[in-house]
T-cell receptor
Framework: AQTVTQSQPEMSVQEAETVTLSCTYD???????LFWYKQPPSRQMILVIR??????QNATENRFSVNFQKAAKSFSLKISDSQLGDAAMYFC????????????????FGQGTILTVHP | EAGVTQFPSHSVIEKGQTVTLRCDPI?????LYWYRRVMGKEIKFLLH????????ESGMPNNRFLAERTGGTYSTLKVQPAELEDSGVYFC????????????????FGEGSWLTVV
């Protein structure tokens, strides 16, 4: 079974600074997807960024980028130019490609990291 | 376009009572998922519907939990009888269905239903 670990329960950053959230995972599969989701207080959980394991290039979405190290099974999220609206709980998640299998819809989540942004 | 909506947003019930949570997925999304997060733990998968059929219910904790998706539209998750350890946040999510060989579609989550069992 796959596991996802976020070792930082809480992180803080000053507005306009850069912060990196860590995520490691364990799997025996070679093809899979990795995601970072963000849940602001009392709001919906939304997808921040996704990475396909077969792609060597790190995904980037505006101020959000990942450092995907497949051999090390590491998938960190870097937030540049942090804004107050970035404050949220961030979840790292894994999804098997599992083509044709029954569990293709299942996400495995880490424990979450609470990010505080100071003005 | 409306997102995934869940009702109620908060519920407090006594041990032994019944609670029914409802989820309306994004229109046109055949995939519907239920997840939950109990206090201090990670979010865990409960089950996955494709239209009205249960694709994967490997995460359902026990037979006190019953999920239905009549007509392949909205879904309900009933907990009967509720126990203290059922307290937590129940998330519903949905995604488009392309085919069963494609798992790259984005999963959209609702705000969650907070359940407290006292």
């Amino acid at each position: 079974a796959q596991t996802v670990t976020q070792s930082q329960p809480e992180m803080s950053v000053q507005e306009a600074e850069t912060v990196t959230l860590s995520c490691t995972y364990d799997t025996s599969e070679s093809d899979y997807y990795l995601f970072w989701y963000k849940q602001p207080p009392s709001r919906q959980m939304i997808l921040v960024i996704r990475q396909e394991a077969y792609k060597q290039q790190n995904a980037t979405e505006n101020r959000f980028s990942v450092n995907f190290q497949k051999a090390a099974k590491s998938f960190s999220l870097k937030i540049s130019d942090s804004q107050l609206g970035d404050a949220a709980m961030y979840f790292c998640a894994y999804r098997s490609s599992n083509a044709g299998g029954t569990s293709y819809g299942k996400l495995t989540f880490g424990q979450g990291t609470i990010l505080t942004v100071h003005p | 376009e409306a997102g995934v909506t869940q009702f109620p947003s908060h519920s407090v019930i006594e041990k032994g009572q019944t609670v029914t949570l409802r989820c309306d997925p994004i229109s046109g999304h055949d995939n519907l998922y239920w997840y939950r997060r109990v206090m201090g733990k990670e979010i865990k998968f409960l089950l996955h519907f494709v239209k009205e059929s249960k694709q994967d219910e490997s995460g359902m904790p026990n037979n006190r939990f019953l999920a239905e998706r009549t007509g392949g539209t909205y879904s309900t998750l009933k907990v009967q009888p509720a126990e203290l350890e059922d307290s937590g946040v129940y998330f519903c999510a949905s995604s488009q269905f392309r085919d069963r060989f494609y798992s790259g579609n984005t999963i959209y989550f609702g705000e969650g239903s907070w359940l407290t069992v006292v």
